[in-house]
T-cell receptor, first 109, second 115 residues
Framework: GEDVEQSLFLSVREGDSSVINCTYTDSSSTYLYWYKQEPGAGLQLLTY?????DMKQDQRLTVLLNKKDKHLSLRIADTQTGDSAIYFC?????????FGTGTKLQVIP | GAVVSQHPSWVICKSGTSVKIECRSL??????MFWYRQFPKQSLMLMATSNEGSKATYEQGVEKDKFLINHASLTLSTLTVTSAHPEDSSFYIC???????????FGEGSRLTVL
């Protein structure tokens, strides 16, 4: 089955860019998602990319997909303290979606 | 974005009783819905994939007879935890995939505590 991996922790200074990385194993994954989970809250869909795309940009967020290496990244420009949260990467097709363990982003003022 | 409603948001029950959790897509149709379980400070664990009008597909290790899933319409899926025990206490989250775009939206989760 699909296996999705992320680093557990990332610390950046306010104003810097954050890059959260994710790898997946199933090359047939059609959808790649990024979710944000703030403490005590549910999951919030940040963005998603189809497997036939290399990049997607949405305001401060940039998603890069290297399908050959099965590597997905989320770049947050001008990181703010409000961006502190756990970020989950997810990969899957139409019938199943597998989540990574989440990366805890700590933004230092 | 689209809204997925889960009910109840929290429930406390006695050991041995059954609890039903509803997941509704409020403003879109979802042929496929997913049920996850989240333990404290851990990632989501997919329990089952629910397809409208057919039997759910369960992940390995998830007891079908204990976690009953019904997806009776394009906007509603239910998870029933039967004969609940304290070890079933957890945070259960559903998600619904839009039929037309494939975006995946989550409910706010249901916290189950079994005494």
């Amino acid at each position: 089955g699909e296996d999705v991996e992320q680093s557990l922790f990332l610390s950046v200074r306010e104003g810097d860019s954050s890059v959260i990385n994710c790898t997946y194993t199933d090359s047939s994954s059609t959808y790649l998602y990024w979710y944000k989970q703030e403490p005590g809250a549910g999951l919030q869909l940040l963005t998603y990319i189809f497997s036939n795309m290399d990049m997607k940009q949405d305001q401060r967020l940039t998603v890069l997909l290297n399908k050959k290496d099965k590597h997905l990244s989320l770049r947050i420009a001008d990181t703010q303290t409000g961006d502190s949260a756990i970020y989950f990467c997810a990969a899957g097709g139409y019938q199943k979606v597998t989540f990574g363990t989440g990366t805890k982003l700590q933004v230092i003022p | 974005g689209a809204v997925v409603s889960q009910h109840p948001s929290w429930v406390i029950c006695k050991s041995g009783t059954s609890v039903k959790i509803e997941c509704r897509s409020l403003d879109f149709q979802a042929t496929t819905m997913f049920w996850y379980r989240q333990f404290p400070k851990q990632s989501l664990m997919l329990m089952a994939t629910s397809n409208e009008g057919s039997k759910a597909t369960y992940e390995q290790g998830v007891e079908k007879d204990k976690f009953l899933i019904n997806h009776a319409s394009l906007t509603l899926s239910t998870l029933t935890v039967t004969s609940a025990h304290p070890e079933d206490s957890s945070f259960y989250i559903c998600s619904a995939k839009t039929t037309n775009t494939g975006e995946l939206f989550f409910g706010e989760g249901s916290r189950l505590t079994v005494l």
